[in-house]
Nanobody, 126 residues
Framework: QVQLLESGGGVVQAGDSLRLSCASS????????MAWFRQAPGKDREFVAVISRTNSPYYADSVKGRFTVSRDNDKRTAYLQMNNLEPTDTAVYSC????????????????????WGQGTQVTVSS
C-alpha cells in the first residue's frame, strides 16, 4: 500500500518560515510528479505547487516567490519550503503523487492525483 507521510506543520507568526516534508513509499518515486495542495476551513482544496520528475517546479500565483518545492529522489521525499508566511496560508497541507512520462504537463488538479498523504496543519497568526 502506497504511503505518503507529511511532516513539518505547525503554528507560526506572519513572516515566519516552515518546511514541509513528504516521505513516499513508492519505489517509482523518481518518476512521480509530486504536488502540494492545501485546504482552508470551509474552502475547496487548492493547488499550491508541483515538481515534475525532471525537477521542474510550478507554483500557484498566490505562493510564487514565497514557496519553493523540491525533491530528493534518494530519500524519496518532497519538500515545500514556505517563507514569509501570511495568515491566508493557514490550511491543512497535503502532498500528492502520480506517475508521469517525461513529456508530461504540469498536473494541478486534485483529480490528477491518485496517491495522497493525510495532511499536516499549518497555522499562521497575525
Amino acid at each position: 500500500q502506497v504511503q505518503l507521510l507529511e511532516s513539518g506543520g505547525g503554528v507560526v507568526q506572519a513572516g515566519d518560515s516552515l518546511r514541509l516534508s513528504c516521505a513516499s513509499s513508492r519505489r517509482t518515486f523518481s518518476r512521480d510528479a509530486m504536488a502540494w495542495f492545501r485546504q482552508a476551513p470551509g474552502k475547496d482544496r487548492e493547488f499550491v505547487a508541483v515538481i515534475s520528475r525532471t525537477n521542474s517546479p510550478y507554483y500557484a500565483d498566490s505562493v510564487k516567490g514565497r514557496f519553493t518545492v523540491s525533491r530528493d529522489n534518494d530519500k524519496r521525499t518532497a519538500y515545500l519550503q514556505m517563507n514569509n508566511l501570511e495568515p491566508t496560508d493557514t490550511a491543512v497541507y497535503s502532498c500528492a503523487a502520480r506517475d508521469t512520462i517525461l513529456t508530461a504537463p504540469y498536473y494541478v488538479r486534485v483529480d490528477d492525483y491518485r496517491y495522497w498523504g493525510q495532511g499536516t496543519q499549518v497555522t499562521v497568526s497575525s
